[in-house]
Nanobody, 115 residues
Framework: QVQLRESGGGLVQAGESLRLSCRTS????????MRWYRQATGKQRELVAQ???????TYSDSVKDRFSISRDYSRNTVYLQMNGLQPEDTAVYYC?????????WGQGTQVTVSS
């Protein structure tokens, strides 16, 4: 059974940083693309960042130059380093595994940025 477990959310002030982690299990981590999404209250879920199996990252325009996605193959874990956080980054952040058999989602972790 594939499982994704996020951690690392919290309450920070504007300009501060957080690092989210997503530990995977039940799947061959080396061959999968992984994504981070976020969903703010009253808004649609938004793709924030993606990293391919080879480690190639892509970002949404709203977070590029501030966020960095990475992966640790020895820990089967994907990270999202978030720097320069702003109140508009407040959301629940979800780890996602896209696949033909149906995407797998983590439970989400809350990030709240105060001004």
């Amino acid at each position: 059974q594939v499982q994704l477990r996020e951690s690392g959310g919290g309450l920070v002030q504007a300009g501060e940083s957080l690092r989210l982690s997503c530990r995977t299990s039940g799947i061959n981590f080396r061959i999968i693309t992984m994504r981070w999404y976020r969903q703010a209250t009253g808004k649609q879920r938004e793709l924030v960042a993606q990293i391919t199996s080879a480690g190639t990252p892509t970002y949404s325009d709203s977070v590029k130059d501030r966020f960095s996605i990475s992966r640790d193959y020895s820990r089967n874990t994907v990270y999202l380093q978030m720097n320069g956080l702003q109140p508009e980054d407040t959301a629940v952040y979800y780890c996602n595994l896209p696949r033909d058999a149906g995407d797998v989602w983590g439970q989400g972790t809350q990030v709240t940025v105060s001004s």
